[in-house]
């Protein structure tokens, strides 16, 4: 049980184009979602908390505007890079949290390479 | 000072051995606290999960946390090359609230 899955696992875009990112638990319902970045040998920075239905909460430093979050039902949120440059190229991961036990449970990560 | 210390290894140890994985943290407002496995190119997999002071063991995982010290611990045993993978501690204030990781400790078993 407790299984997140992302879609896609690997994008390449073009500098300027958008990417959506999908992220859903499979076998439980998430209020509330995660979304982390992660550079090499680094570990994770969160970006964003996902509440389903309401506005994401942004960390402080990242802009909403470029990093589109939604979470409209209880088993899927998006994360949507607008605009990529070079710089968003980041493996990007979801997590979702248990309503009942609030463990947190990550997805496998999607790489986004913007060329 | 980051809120959570971790020493980026490598470990090294030989196959069998005990490891022995440890975080220091400074916010004595951490409750929850979690160790993550991540493979390299992989999201972090929840080993262990554990709330305020005591051990908790699940089979070759033993997680120790000690708030008087701030400190916790992840002990595996009988340790196999497939354990090989960064280990990461994490914490949060409240259950289910965003968590605070230390930066991961990589870990090699050698066969």
New interface residues.
């Given amino acids: 049980g ?1 299984v ?1 899955s ?1 879609h896609p696992s690997w994008v390449i875009c073009k500098s300027g184009t958008s990417v959506k990112i999908e992220c859903r638990s499979l076998d439980f319902q998430a209020t ?1 979602m ?1 979304w982390y970045r992660q550079f090499p040998k ?3 920075m ?1 970006m964003a ?1 996902s509440n389903e239905g309401s506005k994401a909460t942004y960390e402080q430093g990242v802009e909403k505007d470029k990093f589109l979050i939604n979470h409209a039902s209880l088993t899927l949120s998006t994360l949507t890079v607008t605009s990529a440059h070079p710089e968003d190229s980041s ?1 990007y ?1 979801c ?1 979702a ?1 248990v309503v009942v ?9 999607t ?1 986004l390479t913007v060329t | 000072q980051k809120e959570v210390e971790q020493d980026p290894g490598p470990l090294s140890v030989p196959e069998g051995a005990i490891v022995s994985l440890n975080c220091t943290y400074s916010n004595s407002a951490f409750q ?1 606290f ?1 160790w ?1 496995r991540q493979y390299s ?6 080993l262990m ?1 554990t709330y305020s002071s005591g051990n908790k063991e699940d089979g070759r995982f033993t997680a120790q946390v000690d708030k008087s010290s701030k400190y916790i611990s992840l002990f595996i045993r009988d340790s196999q090359p497939s354990d090989s993978a960064t280990y ?1 501690c994490a914490m949060s204030g409240a ?2 609230n ?2 605070t ?4 400790t990589r870990v090699l078993v050698k066969p």
Avoid: C, D, H, N
Avoid at chain 1, 101 to 108: M, T
Avoid at chain 2, 41 to 46: A, F, H, Q, S, V
Avoid at chain 2, 101 to 104: A, K, S, T, V, Y
């Fill in positions: 407790a997140v992302q509330t995660f680094q570990s994770l969160l908390t493996f991961i997590s949290r036990s609030y463990e947190q449970y990550f997805g496998p990560g790489r | 929850y979690m993550y190119r992989k999201g972090p997999e929840l999960y990461l259950a289910g965003k968590l990781f230390g930066g991961g």
